[in-house]
């Protein structure tokens, strides 16, 4: 099997071949993009595996970017950017990213990350081939051979990878706290210190996302310990 293939949407011509030639050597093909054009250009004519996008690409800026591929693709996405204040990590999140990576950073910490997004996308592909296929929880349906979730309505919730992940981390724990930590362990969310809102951006997405009509996700805050899944799950 390839190795897989990650676009490098980087703004600086130096940047894209230096990352373009170190994640070469780590094993990965990579494919450099200067432009939105080259994203939809790639994303349409070939498997990519991973977006590696800068925040400050000429044309529409990254930040649009992510949300704009995160509506079109499931694909992992690491943003990279100048700024790294908390602000900057949680709306990246917000918009969709797998991750986020300040400036200057190490090719080989990217390449880290990368390998990590990457094993997060193929536990959530994989995840339920080894138990029932379908998870069901007031009126929902997650299909685990599609990577598919339904809601009462039958309408299919896009996720991303994280966020399916995380979504199957809880279904097997339901109505049990689950620490912060603990649960970033679970979905394979990076390691990060105990002040780094990652987790808590990825529940806010999915709590958005499970939210149907006028019933809110069962997704319960526990302050001081953790988050819970609250409804019944039901295996089948």
Request: charged share 30%.
């Amino acid at each position: 099997m390839s190795p897989p293939l990650i676009l490098i949407a980087e703004r600086q011509r130096d940047a894209r071949l230096e990352v373009r030639q170190s994640l070469e050597q780590s094993g990965f093909r990579a494919l450099p993009a200067a432009s939105a054009a080259d994203i939809w250009r790639a994303m349409d004519e070939m498997i990519v595996g991973a977006v590696v996008l800068d925040t400050d690409l000429r044309g529409p800026d990254g930040m649009d970017l992510c949300r704009d591929v995160r509506e079109r693709s499931d694909v992992p996405i690491i943003l990279v950017g100048a700024h790294s204040s908390e602000v900057d990590r949680v709306v990246g999140l917000e918009l969709g990213a797998d991750d986020y990576l300040a400036k200057p950073y190490s090719t080989r910490e990217l390449a880290a990350r990368l390998r990590a997004v990457l094993r997060r996308r193929r536990r959530g592909e994989a995840v339920g081939t080894h138990r029932q296929t379908e998870a069901h929880f007031d009126g929902w349906i997650v299909d685990f051979a599609r990577r598919e979730i339904r809601d009462p309505g039958g309408a299919i919730v896009e996720l991303t990878a994280a966020e399916f992940s995380l979504l199957a981390a809880i279904l097997d724990h339901p109505q049990r706290v689950i620490a912060r930590a603990r649960l970033m362990e679970m979905a394979g969310v990076r390691a990060a210190p105990s002040s780094d809102r990652s987790i808590d951006v990825l529940i806010s997405r999915l709590r958005r996302k499970l939210t149907y009509q006028h019933s809110s996700a069962p997704i319960v805050t526990v302050r001081g310990a953790g988050y819970m899944f609250s409804a019944t799950v039901q295996w089948r």
